[in-house]
């Protein structure tokens, strides 16, 4: 295993690991979260060379940003670390609403920063945007933590083309995160070719379709209590939707055997052959889902490997929404 770098970004340009780790998790909707697993992971990861740590402010809430704080202590200097506002909660959990007011931008970067007890963040997100409040008010927000130098570089996630056009235009941005994955590709029509025009990255959040591409899930039932993917929020995760969608899962572990890796290892591959302006952030609480995540980037895939995975996945094959409600989606 050996993780590359890459960057992301020209105008405003951050060099992370290759593949990075999603740490929301270890805290929330993904069943029960054990903090000293989390660390432990996170470790392992930095020791991998798995240095793109990405959280957020309303995981917990506010939780696993103490948690990723408490891990990356004594080796701050090794992490490009990444977390996201504009989510909003209270400490209950209560969710308030998308809150992009610069105001809040500021409380919000002051609060993390103390959460997570570093002086600044490599990598700040707004997590979903605030159709109440122009891009440009909460990017400009955003600009004065650059020059305040608590924050190196500025990104969004789940924005529209014309979102990113206007915010880049305020202050360079980094990178986009967003959902990408075989299942997931539509951003490829308007998206992605705008983020190469502007020179900005490509943070790919859930690359392996919520696990079900990594061929552990195999039925409504096969996570744990208290798993928000058993809810009807995630259709493609439940019922009909589940059942067609594992039929394409067959699919690409029939190709995945063929190559000598597992279907998640395979599906990441496929990611990280997009482009070296992409860097994944498969996120996991457990150490050896970590150790074949970066299996992933040992796969070498050739120009016909990529074509039968498209075939094996195309795009209008996939069954229900990524998420039940898109509400909260910039379109």
Not at 292 to 314: H, I, K, M, Q, R
């Amino acid at each position: 295993m050996s993780i590359q770098t890459r960057t992301i970004g020209t105008t405003s340009p951050l060099t992370v690991s290759a593949l990075g780790l999603g740490c929301m998790g270890m805290s929330e909707f993904y069943g029960t979260g054990d903090e000293a697993t989390g660390i432990a992971t996170i470790h392992r990861a930095l020791d991998l060379g798995v240095t793109f740590l990405d959280t957020a402010d309303m995981y917990g809430p506010f939780t696993n940003e103490r948690l990723v704080g408490t891990a990356i202590a004594g080796r701050r200097d090794e992490v490009q670390l990444a977390t996201k506002f504009g989510n909003e909660r209270l400490p209950d959990g209560t969710r308030v609403g998308i809150n992009g007011r610069p105001e809040y931008v500021r409380s919000a970067c002051d609060a993390s920063l103390q959460r997570l007890g570093v002086d600044h963040l490599d990598l700040y997100y707004q997590h979903r945007v605030d159709q109440s409040v122009p891009i440009e008010e909460t990017v400009g927000a955003m600009a004065e933590l650059v020059e305040a130098g608590k924050v190196r570089h500025l990104g969004l996630s789940e924005a529209s083309a014309t979102t990113i056009r206007r915010a880049h235009a305020t202050h360079p941005i980094t990178a986009l995160q967003t959902e990408y994955s075989l299942f997931t590709r539509d951003l490829e029509d308007e998206i992605l070719p705008t983020l190469r025009e502007l020179g900005i990255g490509l943070v790919p959040y859930s690359p392996l379709g919520r696990g079900i591409l990594t061929g552990a899930i195999t039925s409504d039932s096969s996570l744990e209590e208290g798993d928000s993917r058993r809810s009807a929020y995630f259709p493609r995760l439940n019922g009909e939707g589940l059942q067609a969608n594992l039929r394409l899962v067959d699919r690409v572990r029939a190709i995945a055997d063929e190559k000598g890796c597992t279907p998640g290892q395979l599906a990441l591959a496929w990611v990280l052959a997009q482009g070296d302006d992409v860097a994944p952030i498969p996120g996991t609480k457990r150490i050896a889902y970590l150790e074949e995540n970066v299996g992933a980037v040992d796969v070498a895939l050739s120009e016909a490997d990529l074509e039968a995975l498209v075939a094996a996945v195309p795009r209008d094959a996939v069954v229900g929404d990524r998420y039940g409600d898109l509400s909260s989606i910039d379109a």
